[in-house]
């Protein structure tokens, strides 16, 4: 090892010591003991690894390996493997949105659509905009492969857990609940408590900044089964705690029943149900059980009545059948 190696050694190791928590520290752990190069300030990494960010006078920029983005049309550029076409779409690979997402498939390119798993096949791909997730795939002549996929939530969301920035980008900003925190050298943030999120993340190769406000919710609805014991109910079953903007579905013996008659949201017909509320962040909460077959004041009346005819009937035929006998 040369002088100047053993020289640059503590200096750089005071450094990572000195910025804990920087991109420098995870690379000082690991460092290259032969690299001999120059630290990108920024980033903290041999500028050998670091991305610069082009001149602004440039087009088109590479983001990440062959992904590429237009500063004229705002897009980013994914190439079909094995072709020479190139799917291009408003958001990069990995973002998470609440706006509404456009993407330009080449005509006569075989290119498959697919949101929360099922494909898409009748959607205007101009203007994808349903809360979900969403991946792009190309088929080729022998492979198929993923290009890019992003996530489109409300700005109320129960479903993300986790912000990873997308390759070639970096996190700039992170408010939580109007309190500033640092973010440098982060590359995620946990998103596991409920709060209201903003974030900002730059892509470095073309210097364009995003922006991402979410009011986190992962909490349930608050909704109570009144009448149910363990899965079961020997009267009518009270749904409480439903708010204006919850989602009610509801099923009685595997078929979809309508609860809108009941203005006070009471199921009183004996069966089996399977009852989801959802909230307006997508957080749902289902109960099962089976109301047994019981007997209401209505049902009790019909009873009654029901016996009083019968009743009725074999009085009349026993006087009838004396009068018969008498004559």
Known sequence: MTLSKLLALPAAVCMAIGTAGSPLTAWAVGMDMDYEGEIDIATGLPVKDSVQTAPESQQTVTVNKNVTYDRKTHLFGYPVPDKNATVYSSVAD??????????????????????????????????????????????????????????????????????????????????????????????????????????????????????????????????????????????????????????????????????????????????KYRVSVTDDAGNTLTETFRIRFYLNFQGVIFTVLAAAVVISVIVYMHISKKKLKVR
């Not at 088929?139 to 857990?161: C, H, M, P």
């Open 94 to 271: 990995g973002m998470i949105t609440t706006e509404s997402v456009s993407l330009e498939i080449p005509e006569g390119m075989s290119v498959s659509v697919y949101y929360n798993g099922e494909e898409e096949r009748d959607a205007d791909f101009t203007r994808l905009e349903n809360k979900g997730t969403y991946a792009v795939v190309a088929s080729g002549t022998d492979t198929r492969d993923q290009l890019f996929a992003f996530t489109i939530v409300n700005e109320k969301t129960g479903a993300v857990s986790i912000f990873e920035t997308p390759e070639g980008f970096q996190l700039t900003k992170l408010v939580l609940d109007g309190e500033e925190k640092k973010v440098q050298g982060a590359s995620s943030i946990n998103m596991a408590n409920d709060g209201n999120y903003e974030i900002g993340y730059r892509c470095v190769a073309s210097g364009v900044t995003y922006n991402l406000n979410l009011n986190v919710d992962h909490t349930p609805p608050q909704v109570t089964f009144e009448g149910v014991s363990n899965g079961m109910a020997n009267g009518p079953v009270t749904i409480k705690g439903l708010e204006s903007r919850d989602q009610l579905q509801i099923e009685r013996n595997g078929e979809k029943f309508n609860l809108s008659y009941n203005f006070n949201n009471v199921l009183d017909i004996p069966g």
